[in-house]
């Protein structure tokens, strides 16, 4: 209601879900329950109903976005460690159809919330994080209001605040959640091609690209080259 009255739009982005407690909510825990244990994921779902419903006809109330950045890959076996270098199509296969079968349980909660709401947009964020890597083994729902989200901040080693003036942009840069990352030239060309999954995603599904929605792009403003950073990301 605030929101309305300050003629501002909300998307209403969930941070924790039953089973899926946001860490920093959570003592510093990230909770996993919701990609190990199908009885949680029905709480989320009837959760996200329930809010649908109540919802729906809210003139602030522009999107549901049902979980930032979720992460079944770190939930459980079997675990998928680096994003970047890992056999992705591998892993979904081990995981098809099990709780940690991220598009099985957006299939549900977007069917669950139609149900009750026929109209507002519904957001789904990729998986690990929501990395664009993730649209590699992301199925898309037979829904034509539903977009689909990815949230940009690679390199993270040089977009994060501890860069500490380590990495430059563009530069060389480690990419990946390995031990030992390989290092990359990270400039404008590199960043349209690590943006290639999504593209290739649309082409595969014929998904048009306004129902694409870049969730969060971002760098520390104090590291060296933020603004060109910026410059290549948006344009």
Sequence with gaps: DDAQSANLKVVLTMLSQPGSRWRQHNGGVQEFALWRDLGRQQQAIDCWRQLAGALKHHPAIVGYNLLNEPCPERAAPPR??????????????????TPADLSLFYEKAVRAIREVDGDTPIILDSGFYA???????????????????????????FTNWKNEGQFVYPGKIPIGESDAPPVEEWNRARMISFLKPVRDWQARWRIPAGRIFVGEVGVCRLNEGAARYLDDALG
Excluded: C, M
Aim: aromatic fraction near 24%.
């Design 131 to 157: 990395t664009p890597w993730s649209f590699k083994v992301l199925r898309p729902i037979a829904d034509d209001k539903t977009l689909y989200s990815f949230h940009l901040y690679e390199p993270f080693a």
């Design 80 to 97: 998928f460690t680096d994003w970047f270098a890992g056999d992705y199509e591998a892993w979904q296969a081990k995981v098809q159809n």
